[in-house]
């Protein structure tokens, strides 16, 4: 299988993600409400395993430690200065969120999210395919509960659920836009390749730290945590054997 055709279908699969979530979200919202920390916890694990088990040690590789631990930190802060400033339209509760002009910022904010997923997919898969691939299962599962969350505060800001599921889907093509462009761009960022794996991970790692971390520590049900545990793991194993999956 080529790069190109490895970045477009992971492309595609991440694209598709919007539409799933939205549409298990209308079939049946509150399971998926209860569904949802554990969908959380399983992108915890696969995004910091993905980071420290292969995207800092394959920048490393290709560059050195010294080289690339500055750029994750860069990463951890590009991706604070991008929630602050860009992605601040992203409230949770309902009193927090302004209705119908909310709507619209969603989606541009989702485009602009999605658009750097398509570049992050093909930064992994232009460095190397295993990598592409533990990456494409970071991205898709962190995609999941946002996707699901963004879909409850469009409804909410005004949209029907027809038009939500279909406006956020077409946010959702950006992936493959990014991670063309990024393909493309694939000779002229060749060169940079370590620092910009060091980017990716610092953004994974932040999101899982910052973003959803945080959600996990709503329930205190001991049994609760177990689970939430065991699925973190999950996430972990899941990509430390990508050779399972591609031979």
């Known amino acids: 299988m080529t790069t190109l055709t490895s970045i477009l279908l992971a492309s595609v699969a991440a694209s598709l993600v919007s539409f799933s979530g939205g549409v298990l979200a209308i079939f049946n919202e509150e399971r998926m409400r209860r569904a949802t920390h554990y969908i959380v916890s399983f992108a915890v694990g696969a995004l910091f395993a993905v980071s420290f088990l ?3 040690p ?5 560059g050195s430690l010294d080289r690339v631990l500055p750029f994750v930190l860069g990463g951890i ?3 604070f200065l991008l929630e602050k400033f860009i992605f601040w339209y992203h ?3 309902e009193k927090e969120c302004p209705i119908h ?5 969603i989606l541009w904010g989702d485009f602009i999210h999605n658009f750097v997923d398509g570049i992050i997919l093909a930064l992994a898969f232009i460095a190397d395919a295993r990598l592409g691939f533990v990456t494409a299962i970071a991205v898709i599962m962190h995609e999941i509960p946002q996707e699901i969350s963004d879909f409850g505060l469009l409804v909410h800001g005004g949209l029907t659920r027809g038009k939500a599921l279909f406006y956020n889907f077409l946010s959702a093509l950006s992936v493959i836009a990014g991670g063309l462009l990024a393909y493309w761009a694939g000779s002229y960022l060749e ?9 990716v991970a610092g953004a994974f790692i932040y999101l899982a730290a910052v973003d959803l971390f945080p959600e996990l520590h709503e329930s205190s049900n001991i049994s609760h945590t177990f689970a939430q545990l065991f699925f973190i793991l999950v996430g972990v194993v899941l990509v430390t054997l990508p050779e399972f999956f591609i031979g």
């Open 101 to 105: 002009p909310y709507s619209y910022l």
């Open 77 to 79: 802060l590009l991706f």
């Open 191 to 199: 060169p940079y390749l370590p620092e910009g794996l060091a980017l």
């Open 91 to 93: 409230c949770h509760g």
């Open 54 to 56: 292969h995207l800092i």
């Open 58 to 62: 394959e920048a490393a590789e290709m």
